[in-house]
């Protein structure tokens, strides 16, 4: 297939004819059929902490919130691991705000017992650690780091994500470091922060590509009221009276993304995100799957902490427990005609005998069916 040039991707963006989406959309799902299959893999998120050093203006767990704030125990993040494997998941994600009171050496011994009593792939999502922490967890054996670097553009990054003393955060080079050390790496961006433009989510698109991104998250920035981001008038009034290419935080928009980066980036892997999920509660997670999207990530955290864990508000799916969550997401892939993935799932790549990508993994078993709600809602 031909590259998507800078010019091509940013029409795509900016296109609004259903008729025109619906073929973009379908060449997504085409791509992702072709590089990675019909399995949908599943991920058990685990919030291991609530604590955040950082003062994100988009984040519900910015420092400067008072608010009741946990920890969990060694012993609750093991609990979480085994659910995991009960339920059938191949890989489990640890994530936090960024919180140096999970100790280095104290998590490592976590990640050992995990891969020492289960076959779960384990993926990391603390935040800007330190580099000598990052090589630590990943000779206890974790596998994968999640880090959005959330915009690509520098000035609309440093507004939104302030550095944390003197110490530039530069979560480009960090992924590039985790790279080096041997995780498989994982990034992404909120699709609408109040200054994004579409130009702006064309390089991050571009960027994805260049950092050869194992793993892409794409979901809608949800303004949280208790944020600077969040407060009245920021979100529709952009930098200034003559910005007229805000990018906006609908479903549209955020499907356009993620089958724009399927067509990039065809071997990644890339979750129907729960944000995309709380902005269509409906069949949002659905949308995702027939746009390019491969992996859920079902929260696995108990009941008391996700209340306390609201990085934006009105998480779908909040007061769902582990078992509800699974069957639900299942009977969704499978009303899809899409199987669930077995194993860790992780990045595929083509080794050099083989002369063509990904076979389909299973023949379809049952038609494929519309979800309820049409793919194309304008924004
Ligand atoms: N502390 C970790 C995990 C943060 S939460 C880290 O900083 O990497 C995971 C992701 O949630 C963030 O990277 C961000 O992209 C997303 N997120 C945070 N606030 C959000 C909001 N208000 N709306 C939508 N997504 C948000």
């Not at 008729?19 to 019909?38: I, K």
């Not at 090589?135 to 959330?150: K, N, T």
């Not at 009276?241 to 980036?265: G, H, W, Y």
């Not at 080794?351 to 990508?357: D, E, F, I, L, N």
Request: glycine residues 8%.
């Amino acid at each position: 297939m031909p590259r998507l040039t800078h010019e091509e991707i940013l029409h795509w963006l900016r296109e609004s004819d259903p008729a025109a989406l619906e073929q973009l959309f379908a060449r997504a799902d085409e791509a992702r059929r072709t590089h990675v299959g019909d399995e949908i893999h599943l991920r058990g998120l685990i919030e291991i902490s609530s604590f955040c050093v950082r003062q994100c203006h988009y984040c519900g767990l910015r420092a400067a919130r008072s608010m009741p704030r946990y920890r969990m125990t060694r012993e609750e993040v093991l609990t979480g691991a085994r659910s995991a494997v009960e339920l059938g998941f191949g890989t489990v994600v640890l994530q936090s705000g960024e919180d140096f009171g999970i100790e280095a050496a104290w998590l490592a011994e976590i990640i050992r017992a995990i891969k020492n009593e289960t076959p779960l792939a384990i993926t990391l999502s603390l935040g800007e650690r330190l580099p000598d922490e990052l090589r630590l967890w990943r000779d206890a054996g974790a596998d994968r780091y999640l880090l959005r670097f959330e915009t690509s553009d520098p000035a609309l990054y440093a507004a939104i994500h302030p550095r944390r003393g003197s110490a530039v955060s530069d979560r480009i080079a960090l992924l590039r470091e985790l790279r080096e050390l041997g995780y498989e790496i994982g990034s992404g961006v909120m699709v609408g922060i109040p200054g994004q433009t579409c130009e702006m989510l064309v390089r991050d698109i571009e960027l994805f590509e260049q950092l050869d991104l194992d793993m892409i998250g794409i979901g809608p920035f949800l303004a949280h009221p208790d944020t600077p981001l969040g407060a009245p008038g920021v979100q529709t009034a952009g930098p200034g009276p003559n910005f007229i290419d805000q990018v906006p935080s609908s479903e549209c928009m955020v499907l356009k993304a993620v089958a724009l980066t399927r067509l990039v980036c065809p071997e990644a892997n890339l979750p129907s995100t729960t944000a995309l999920a709380t902005i269509n509660t409906l069949d949002g997670r659905e949308h995702g799957l027939l746009c390019g999207a491969n992996v859920f990530m079902p929260v696995l955290t108990p009941a008391p902490y996700r209340q306390m864990y609201q990085i934006y508000p009105g998480k779908a799916c909040l007061d769902e427990d582990a078992t509800q969550c699974n069957a639900c997401l299942r009977d969704r892939i499978e009303s899809l005609g899409r199987t669930v993935g077995t194993g860790p799932g992780g990045r595929f790549t083509r080794t050099a005998s083989q002369s063509t990508p990904i076979p389909r993994s299973q023949p379809r078993l049952t038609p494929q069916k519309n979800p309820t709600s049409p793919l194309v809602v304008l924004p």
